[in-house]
């Protein structure tokens, strides 16, 4: 079963930062949190991923509470192009297993 | 950055044959790699876990007769989907992880199946 849990779908305005939450409430203090989305009929493309801190690169930021049982992955100025479903994954510890939950259905509206 | 190869993107074949999807590390190496299905609307599901030098292991409900694995080098992962019937049509995608713990796993682009 999955292990996290996400709302099904959201809209966000082009141009305005998009705020995708994740719940993780069964994490280990060892695992990370790991983020991808899915443009239609390709594969999942590789965002960002924490332990315990913030982290921010090119793409996003995540923002991960200080207890860890839940994560925000911000879009600072979404696009058109950042229409997708946004998986969080808690990897199953110790076996490298992604087991992938329903995702968030993201469309940025023009 | 690391880059996983999957091929081929697509493929039509009639209903009886068997089709083979290969997974390649470009980049690195891997000692695991993972199969996933996708059906329209729905989420990646598991199916495998293909490792270097020994058996796969499947996730519940996965005929291991049905998708052969092979994982006969450190970069090559292939899945063959034998005597494939139409409702074996879907989304074929696999990743692999980094070697270094708590990296990523990359993902290839995945393999559309249609069986008429």
């Known amino acids: 079963d999955a292990k996290t849990t996400q709302p099904t779908s959201m809209d966000c305005a082009e141009g305005r930062a998009a705020n995708l939450p994740c719940n993780h409430s069964t994490i280990s203090g060892n695992e990370y949190v790991y983020w991808y989305r899915q443009i239609h009929s390709q594969g999942p493309q590789y965002i960002i991923h924490?332990?315990?801190n913030n982290e921010t690169n090119e793409m996003a930021s995540l923002i991960i509470t200080e207890d860890r049982k839940s994560s925000t992955l911000i879009l600072p100025h979404a696009t058109l192009r950042d229409t997708a479903v946004y998986y969080c994954i808690e990897e199953e510890a110790g076996t490298y297993k992604y087991i992938f939950g329903t995702g968030t259905r993201l469309k940025v509206l023009a | 950055g690391a880059v996983v190869s999957q091929h081929p993107s697509w493929v039509i074949c009639k209903s009886g044959t068997s089709v083979k999807i290969e997974c390649r590390s470009l980049?690195?190496?891997?000692?695991?790699m993972f199969w996933y299905r996708q059906f329209p609307k729905q989420s990646l599901m598991l199916m495998a876990t293909s490792n270097e030098g020994s058996k796969a292991t499947y996730e519940q409900g996965v005929e291991k007769d049905k998708f052969l694995i092979n994982h006969a080098s450190l970069t090559l992962s292939t899945l063959t989907v034998t005597s494939a019937h139409p409702e074996d049509s879907s989304f074929y995608i696999c990743?692999?992880?980094?070697?270094?713990?708590?990296?990523?796993?990359?993902f290839g682009d995945g393999t559309r199946l249609s069986i008429l």
């Open positions: 924490g332990l315990k």
């Open positions: 990743s692999a992880p980094l070697p270094e713990w708590g990296q990523p796993q990359h």
């Open positions: 980049d690195f190496q891997a000692t695991t």
